[in-house]
Structure formats: structure tokens, C-alpha cells
């Protein structure tokens, strides 16, 4: 009543966008049924790309984007604004750079942004100070960067905001070449990866040295591709480095937010018996562990403490048991149905097939983890067409299909090929596995990779009966190298006293 007017809330339009890593989605309006209200909806499942528009009136009232939200922004200014869509309706789903054609300057969508525009939502920074940081003098992304905090959080903005250089900047901007592994070297990973094979270099020094590392000893980020390009190349020389690998493969479990671990042994086809039934009860109740079923059909020992873990290990070594490298980058699970030993709808044995897979592909380090799915049917109860590689079984054989996910992004597989016999189908997958394992850069998941080299390239070399073979002999050579568990490898006394408590070892000191 400040004003003399009654008192009142008037709803303001907001615009949601998505700040997980990997996941582009972008929120606005009111998506609720109406009448006299429209869709527009664009779909590319290849691409990973959904957009839905809701108009009334020839207004926009909604927009949701996922996988490519550039020109989010824009739509929400349209909302703001109310404008009268009817001109441009059959058009407007591909953004502003369509509005009377498709224009030849690419940055044209960019540069129709108003000034208002909202570029970073974490710190607030709209285009018109973005902008006027540029013309004052910030001609890189780290600038602008410096002067306005424009992507100085989770980062999604980067593009936009290298595009609005592109834009203001005109032939004075010059694009970023492709990004280096990290600072302590120029190099990209493919230029690294193509360098370490054609100049046979066969340890970390080597590598540092010959191509001129900034660091003498590399850094968090570097070390662990490096070793892993190390040993993809050259399995009979190069002898892994366990510093140079993350926490949890340092430790063979993973690290949990309280500073306790999860023990994961492997149960291939989520199959077990009451001998490791007990020994993993056993293990809970002498550890205080919490007991849990995984998606993956095994059972995971969680809040163990570190100083435990050999004696957890050796534990269930003594009931057979070996680690489930649940903690690697390498091969997670292989999820399975129960097939047609047991289901009447089964058409192969996925259970079988899942076993000969994990034992076939243990052990194997890989860019990044490797989760595989086999379903007995075309029902596909296992969940097989959204994994890296899936299996579905029919009556004719197998469906393999590949560059599927179901994390951040969600993503369904592409057919790879149609095999007639398992042996055939095991041969497939562990060439497609060695094939991402020579290709791949550290950290790229399968369904990445196949978008850079293109899937008609893969099918193309597997499809070839000697480069299919030779995939398969290269990923035999590397497995030569895995030798023993490393739950059998990490028990002995050296272990455990490393991993013992400082408190306990003072106390020992001081008797």
C-alpha cells in the first residue's frame, strides 16, 4: 500500500537451464494443456536433440530444449516479450538464424540475441556487458572471463560467449585451436596418442621429455591419460603406474562421500551361490558394512573404511571371490536377463553369453568404463539398448548394437551388426572394445568416440574379416599383461600397514 495501490503478486516469467556437465536442457514458460494451445516439437534422436514449443494466440508461452539449448535465450526474450509469432511460425522451431531464410553468416543467431539476454545464468551476466567487456580490450575467452565471471562456473556458456567474440570481434577474433590435454602441454590427446606410436615412446619420462612438458612430473589430469595411452600401446613394455591412476583404482574400491569405500566383487550373470552368499554376509558383519543390490545385479559392501579393505579382499579371495572393478576404467558389468534357460520368452542363453563376456573382457583398461547389457529377447529385460555395447537375442541370432547411454546423457544404441552365432557375436564386441581402446581419448565414453570418427567408419573396419582379427589378437596382447586379481595383489602385510591409520602406526611406534 506504499503506493496507494492494494497489494498484489504479479508471477514473473523465469528460464531454468540445466547446470550438470553433459546435459544441455533449457526450461521456460507454462507447459500445462489449454485450449486453443499448439505444440511445435523437433526431434534428432542421432543427435541427441529434443525442442517443444507451446504457442497461444501466436504467442509463445513454453520452450523446453535438451541437447542443444543455443538459442534458449532468444525464445525466452520472445516469451518476455509477447511477440506475435504468426510470420515466422514455420520457422521458428530452428531459431532465430532461420527468421526469412537461412542466413550464410552462422553467428546470425548469436548476434539476434537483445541486449538484455541473459548469456550466464550462475553469475547473472547478460549480453550487453559481455559485449562491452569485448570492445573494451577482453579479446579472449579467459578475459571476458576475468571481466564479467561469463563461464567462471559450471562453464555451458563458454560457447555462447565465444560466439558473441566471433561476433563483436569480426576478423580480429581469433578461434581457439583445439584444446590441449591439459596446461602442461600444448598437445591435443590425438596429436599426443599419434606421437607417443610413431616415436616409440615407452614410459611417462619419454614422453615428458621428448615432447616438452611444461612439468617435469605432469599433474592430476595429464599423468592418468598418459599411462593409460602408455599401456593401450605398448602392453609388453610399458608397466602400469598405480600413482598415476585415480583414487578409487588406487585403491581397488570406491570412494564414497563420508571418506568410507564400497567393496564390489564380481558376480558374472548375477549369478552366485551360498558359499559367497556367507562369506559376503561374513564380511558385512565383521566390517559393519551396509549391504546393497546394485543395478548391475551384484552386491556391494558399502562404508568400509580404507584401512580395512585388504583384509575385506582377502576375505572374499578365500571365497573365491575377485574384485568386480567397480572402481575402473575398464569393463564395470555386463547386466543379463535370465534368457532361455529359464524364461519361456527367451530365444539365446543370455546368461551364458553375459559370462563369456565378462571373463573375456576382465581386466581390459579402456578411455573410460565399458557397460555392457545382454537380453535373451527382443523385450529386453536387461535394459541392452542404452548400454556402450548391448545384446539383444532373437531367433536368428544377435543384435549388437553400440553407443548407447543412460547417465547424463541419455542415448539409445545403434545397430552394429546382426550376428548368427555367439562365438561370432563375442569376436564383434571384443574388436569394437580394442577398436574405441587404440582410437579413443582418455575419458571419452563410447557414444562420444562414435560421434567424432562416425559409426559407417567403425562398421566399415569391423565388417573387414583381417582387421576384425587383428583387433582381436591386439586385445589378447593387452590382456597378457593382467596377470592376477588385484584383490589377491593387495592383501599382503606391506599393504595393510600402508593403509593403516597414522594414529595406529604413532601408537605402534610409541610401544
Not at 560467449?161 to 569480426?170: D, I
Not at 576382465?362 to 568404463?369: L, M
Not at 535373451?376 to 541392452?384: L, M, S, T, V, Y
Amino acid at each position: 500500500m506504499l503506493l496507494a495501490e492494494p497489494a498484489a503478486f504479479r508471477p514473473r516469467q523465469t528460464a531454468t537451464k540445466l547446470k550438470v556437465t553433459g546435459c544441455d536442457l533449457f526450461s521456460a514458460g507454462d507447459f500445462a494443456e489449454g485450449e486453443g494451445r499448439e505444440e511445435i516439437v523437433f526431434r534428432d534422436p542421432a543427435r541427441g536433440i529434443y525442442k517443444r514449443l507451446v504457442l497461444q494466440d501466436d504467442r509463445l508461452v513454453g520452450a523446453v530444449m535438451n541437447g542443444d539449448t543455443a538459442d534458449g535465450n532468444w525464445f525466452f526474450g520472445l516469451m518476455r516479450a509477447g511477440t506475435d509469432l504468426s510470420d515466422m511460425r514455420e520457422t521458428l522451431i530452428f531459431g532465430p538464424a532461420f527468421q526469412g531464410g537461412a542466413p550464410a553468416d552462422p553467428m546470425a543467431a548469436v548476434a539476434a540475441l537483445p541486449d538484455e539476454a541473459e548469456i550466464c545464468g550462475c553469475n547473472g551476466v547478460n549480453k550487453r556487458r559481455i559485449v562491452a567487456a569485448i570492445q573494451g580490450g577482453a579479446g579472449t575467452l579467459e578475459a571476458v572471463r576475468a571481466c564479467t565471471k561469463a563461464g567462471g562456473s559450471c562453464g555451458t556458456c563458454s560457447g555462447l560467449v565465444e560466439q558473441l567474440l566471433a561476433v563483436t570481434l569480426g576478423d580480429a577474433f581469433a578461434a581457439p585451436a583445439a584444446r590441449p590435454v591439459c596446461g602442461c602441454t600444448d598437445l591435443t590427446h590425438e596429436d599426443l596418442r599419434r606421437l607417443i606410436k610413431a616415436r616409440a615412446l615407452k614410459s611417462m619420462p619419454a614422453v615428458m621429455q621428448e615432447l616438452g612438458w611444461k612439468s617435469s612430473c605432469g599433474c592430476h589430469v595429464c599423468r592418468p591419460a598418459l599411462n593409460f595411452y602408455l599401456l593401450a600401446d605398448w602392453p609388453l613394455d610399458y608397466r602400469d603406474d598405480p600413482q598415476s591412476r585415480r583414487v578409487n583404482e588406487r585403491n581397488h574400491a570406491n570412494l564414497q562421500k563420508d571418506g568410507t569405500y564400497s567393496v564390489m566383487p564380481r558376480m558374472r550373470g548375477g549369478m552366485t551361490n551360498p558359499a559367497e552368499l556367507r562369506a559376503i554376509a561374513d564380511a558385512a558383519e565383521k566390517f559393519g558394512a551396509a549391504v546393497k543390490v546394485t543395478g548391475g545385479q551384484r552386491i556391494d559392501l558399502l562404508g568400509s573404511a580404507k584401512q580395512d579393505l585388504p583384509e575385506i579382499r582377502a576375505d572374499l579371495n578365500a571365497a573365491g571371490m575377485v574384485s568386480g572393478h567397480a572402481y575402473s576404467k575398464g569393463l564395470r558389468t555386463v547386466k543379463t536377463c535370465v534368457g532361455s534357460d529359464w524364461c519361456r520368452f527367451g530365444t539365446q542363453d543370455s546368461t551364458g553369453l553375459e559370462i563369456k563376456l565378462e571373463k573375456r573382457l576382465r581386466g581390459a583398461w579402456t578411455p573410460h568404463k565399458v557397460k555392457l547389457g545382454v537380453s535373451g529377447c527382443p523385450r529386453n529385460c536387461a535394459e541392452a539398448t542404452c548400454k556402450d555395447v548391448g545384446v539383444v537375442c532373437v531367433d536368428s541370432g544377435y543384435q549388437i548394437g553400440v553407443a548407447g547411454a543412460a547417465g547424463m546423457d541419455v542415448k539409445p544404441t545403434e545397430c552394429l551388426a546382426d550376428i548368427a552365432t555367439e562365438e561370432a557375436a563375442v569376436e564383434w564386441i571384443v574388436a569394437f572394445v580394442q577398436l574405441y581402446r587404440e582410437h579413443a581419448k582418455y575419458l571419452d565414453r563410447r557414444y562420444k568416440w562414435v560421434v567424432n570418427v562416425g559409426l559407417d567408419w567403425v562398421k566399415e573396419v569391423l565388417s573387414n574379416d583381417i582387421r576384425r582379427a587383428d583387433l582381436v589378437a591386439g586385445f589378447d596382447l593387452l590382456r597378457t599383461g593382467y596377470q592376477k586379481d588385484p584383490w589377491a595383489a593387495r592383501t599382503d602385510a606391506a599393504t595393510r600397514r600402508a593403509w593403516a591409520p597414522l594414529a595406529d602406526l604413532a601408537r605402534e611406534a610409541a610401544e
